[in-house]
């Protein structure tokens, strides 16, 4: 790609802008400049401007301005943690498709571990599901080119592309002697964040993927039927599990619908002052029934927030394993040129006060995941956690007992799922517990 001059000084122009923001955190409503930090970003940028320049010039072969620029850009961010990523135009116009629920790719939720491309969890019913590919994979090749030293970015636009078109990745597992090559066909991936059903006895199942922009309106409206097709529910089990978050808003509203007061989660960010608290408000329709939220290892961020709301609340028993461990909040900031920065800008706490970041939240009962199959033996998933990651943000708070497993916690193995089985049983078992032991109507 050749610039003209006008095309490198508007480029020029927005990477400074971009470089200013990084070193003084200062777009929109992070807006603080550093005073101390003046003269050391204004020599940072004559630096990178004179070492542009020299590349420019110098260079044996002609180079493509924005290719560099954008090269610098991932580099800073690969300087902070894990989940700080810069956007090119391209791929934050699929983040914002995305998160409106639907995309066209493959199906999977990705991270670099260790410096590979290794998958978190496949989307429920997409191409990826179905052609058998597992949480812990690693993508060693895309269309036959390594994967070593990609960026998560560079990822999603090479396996991302029209309906309809077939792509070639190359896998290895645990039980493989060699990558093992997955030929799969793109398609419009929908994804509903919300489902639900009705469980025999008047209970109900309601699974949250992630949450998107309409997650709290579908959820509202999965309890509403569940409620009234039903006769009323005796029970719920909230599913999380692989639940990789998403919008913190909706994190927040899908709480507050179990929650008449009390604290919600607590944040705290650098360009604050104090934290901020925030809360839960009285409902209109109470759902004055038991709780139990499911949660693995793929629970995280907007999930945990959920989570760890009901469970310091005394509004829900969690139950499953111990969750990824990410309690660090993002913006999404755009630029000029229609790029975007993903910057992490603060932390949450539960309403207890207590950090999860790289631990996790502690089911009350923890039951074991269900076992996968792989080739003819059988073989756990293994998960990705945020203590995994490098750079990740370590917690900044003492850990305290209450904060490690729970003493009463007991390993479970029971077929099948083990943890929506147990999670039944226990709403069954605290109905016979209320009427025959406690003389309540269980009605």
């Given at each position: 790609m050749t610039f003209k001059r006008g095309q490198n000084t508007k480029l020029l122009l927005v990477v400074s802008m971009f470089l200013v923001l990084v070193f003084t955190v200062s777009i929109g409503w992070l807006c603080r400049v550093s005073a101390i930090n003046k003269e050391e970003t204004y020599e940072n940028l004559k630096l990178f401007n004179a070492v542009l320049s020299k590349i420019q010039k110098n260079y044996v072969e002609e180079v493509d301005t924005e290719k560099l620029i954008y090269g610098a850009i991932n580099g800073m961010l690969q300087a902070l943690d894990p989940h700080s990523s810069f956007m090119p135009p391209d791929v934050y116009k699929e983040f914002n498709v995305e998160m409106k629920g639907s995309f066209s790719g493959l199906g999977i939720e990705i991270t670099i571990k260790d410096g590979v491309l290794t998958v978190i969890s496949p989307i429920e019913d997409t191409p990826a599901y179905r052609a058998g590919i597992k949480a812990g994979d690693y993508i060693v090749k895309i269309e036959g080119e390594s994967t070593r030293d990609i960026t998560l970015m560079e990822a999603v636009k090479l396996m991302r592309g029209p309906t309809g078109t077939d792509i070639t990745i190359s896998i290895m597992r645990k039980g493989f002697s060699e990558p093992k090559e997955f030929t799969i066909t793109?398609?419009?991936?929908?994804?509903k964040s919300v489902r639900y059903k009705a469980l025999e006895g008047?209970?109900?199942?309601?699974?949250?993927?992630?949450?998107?922009e309409r997650t709290s309106v579908e959820f509202k409206n999965a309890l509403n039927k569940l409620e009234t097709e039903n006769g009323g529910l005796k029970g719920l089990v909230l599913d999380l599990r692989n639940n990789p978050g998403g919008t913190f808003d909706q994190a927040i509203k899908v709480s507050d619908e179990?929650?008449?007061?009390?604290?919600?989660?607590?944040?705290?960010?650098?360009?604050?002052?104090?934290?901020?608290?925030?809360?839960?408000?009285?409902?209109?329709?109470?759902?004055?029934?038991p709780v139990i939220v499911l949660v693995n290892a793929g629970s995280a961020s907007a999930s945990e927030i959920v989570a760890g709301a009901l469970q310091d609340n005394g509004r829900?028993?969690?139950?499953?394993?111990?969750?990824?461990?990410?309690?660090t909040i993002q913006t999404i900031c755009p630029l000029e040129d229609g790029s975007a920065l993903r910057l992490t800008i603060g932390r949450y706490y539960t309403p207890k006060g207590k950090s999860i970041q790289a631990k996790g939240i502690t089911p009350d009962i923890v039951v074991s995941d269900v076992t996968h199959s792989v080739n003819s033996g059988e073989t756990k998933t293994k998960f990705i956690r945020e203590k995994d990651l490098k750079r990740h943000l370590e917690d900044t708070k003492?850990?305290?007992?209450?904060?490690?497993?729970?003493?009463?916690?007991?390993?479970?193995?029971?077929?099948?799922?083990?943890?929506?089985?147990?999670?039944?049983?226990?709403?069954?078992?605290?109905?016979i517990f209320k009427k025959n032991l406690l003389g309540c109507d269980a009605s």
């Open positions: 793109r398609a419009v991936i929908k994804v008047g209970y109900g199942y309601i699974r949250i993927k992630s949450f998107q179990f929650l008449d007061s009390g604290i919600i989660t607590y944040t705290e960010q650098r360009v604050e002052k104090q934290g901020r608290e925030h809360s839960a408000h009285k409902n209109e329709s109470p759902h004055d029934y829900a028993l969690i139950l499953g394993t111990q969750t990824f461990g990410k309690a003492e850990v305290t007992e209450e904060d490690g497993a729970s003493k009463e916690a007991k390993e479970e193995k029971i077929p099948e799922d083990p943890q929506l089985e147990r999670a039944v049983n226990l709403l069954k078992s605290w109905y």
